[in-house]
């Protein structure tokens, strides 16, 4: 099955040599390149969350597999839903399902099913990838789209599902947790509650991220999809997390009244 790209025109541009330039302002080239167990990065439009986006793409080394965990914002069957064969579509070419690491994390989890359809119209993973391709043309992917109703136990059983798929086939792999942070509120307000979760994510926890944001009622609409990211990364030998760059939708409208927040983080 092929995953045409379902929000090029409106996330990001449709036509592959205007999102190459539009990626091309956003990224920073002469950063250092680290190796990373994980990242977080924001999944608004390019246009108000991209230069968070390409900041700490800009700061990772893409392996030849990602694997991208990102929220569902649509009723999805499954609590994980994957592919695990076929490709995705996007302006800049198509990206193969590394269906050797789809089908082990998906023996090793209960809670992991195989349904394409839940990915059809979700933007949340599909605008990492032209970041990804901007720098690597050529890697295959882990899709996971992940379900609102999610428990925190059933996130630990997707991460360690997911570190266990990877060690076992001994490839260096980037997992991507996709989120924005908080949603239309002031930008003062917005930064106090983003940086509780932040500090959660800084701290290599993964249970206080998720306590965090239900007690404090965070609007990150993607804490379940990092909180599992987390554990995987935990699981794999993390012991360092850094904010690469915060920003809100106001930094680029100048309206600050309501914002949307984001954050680019690195795990490794």
């Known amino acids: 099955m092929r995953r045409k790209a379902a929000v090029a025109g409106h996330f990001y541009p449709a036509r592959a040599g205007e999102l190459r330039r539009m990626l091309a302002q956003m990224v920073l080239p002469k950063e250092k390149k680290e190796t990373a167990k994980a990242i977080v990065s924001p999944h608004a439009g390019f246009i108000y969350s991209g230069p968070v986006a390409g900041a700490v793409y800009s700061s990772v080394k893409i392996t030849d597999t990602v694997v ?73 992917i882990v899709p996971i789209s992940i379900s609102y109703l999610a428990s ?57 991220l998720f306590d965090v944001v239900k007690r404090e009622d965070i609007s990150m609409c993607g804490f379940k999809p990092t909180a599992a990211a987390l554990v995987a990364a935990n699981d794999l030998g993390a012991d360092k997390a850094e904010l690469i760059k915060y920003a809100t939708s106001g930094d680029q409208t100048g309206d600050y009244r309501e914002v949307v927040g984001y954050a680019g983080i690195r795990i490794r």
């Open 152 to 208: 925190y136990d059933e996130l630990e059983n997707l991460g360690g599902a997911i570190a266990r798929g990877i060690r076992e086939l001994d490839k260096d792999t980037l997992i991507v947790a996709s989120t924005d942070m908080s949603h239309y509120i002031s930008a003062e307000e917005a930064r106090e509650k983003d940086f509780l979760a932040i500090q959660k994510i800084l701290d290599l926890d993964p249970r206080g």
């Open 68 to 140: 991208l965990l990102a929220p569902s914002h649509r009723p999805i069957r499954p609590t994980f839903a994957l592919m695990t064969e076929g490709d995705w579509e996007t302006p800049l070419g198509t990206l193969p399902v590394a269906g050797d690491l789809a089908g082990l994390i998906m023996e090793y989890s209960k809670y992991v099913r195989d349904d394409p359809s839940a990915h059809l119209q979700e933007h949340s993973l599909e605008v990492q990838l032209p970041f990804l391709q901007f720098f690597k043309p050529e890697f295959s």
